[in-house]
């Protein structure tokens, strides 16, 4: 299983990006998926997940109705809708994929499989 992030880059401050996770195999619908970001010197943020389903949705309170995750199970790709950035957004952005139903998806330890991360900065 291998998970690509791509779409990051530098933007102003009030800008919008859109990152996407391409992930290879045929099993992509049955893993539940989360965004996650890690800021220098900082640890691994949870952002937000999204079922296997696309069915449900979870949000971290920072991101909450700036961010919007979905995904596309017939394209086996993974989406992050970032609208409003700020400066404190400036990270590199980890898609994560988890097999099967995972009972708190705030947690990366329980993600199965990373990709390499994109990283975003967000100017003032």
């Known amino acids: 299983v291998q998970l690509q992030a791509s779409g990051g880059g530098l933007v102003q401050a009030g800008g919008s990006l859109r990152l996407s996770c391409a992930a290879s195999?045929?099993?992509?619908?049955?893993?539940?998926m989360g965004w996650f970001r890690q800021a220098p010197g900082k640890e691994r943020e949870f952002l937000a997940a999204i079922r296997q389903n696309g069915g449900v949705l979870y949000y971290a309170e920072s991101v909450k109705g700036r961010f919007t995750i979905s995904r596309d199970n017939a394209q086996n790709t993974l989406y992050l809708q970032m609208n409003s950035l700020k400066p404190e957004d400036t990270a590199v952005y980890y898609c994560?994929?988890?097999?099967?139903?995972?009972?708190?998806?705030?947690?990366?330890?329980?993600?199965?499989?990373w990709g390499q991360g994109t990283l975003v900065t967000v100017s003032s």
């Open positions: 195999g045929s099993t992509f619908g049955t893993w539940d």
């Open positions: 994560a994929a988890a097999r099967g139903y995972m009972r708190v998806p705030e947690t990366a330890s329980l993600y199965d499989y």
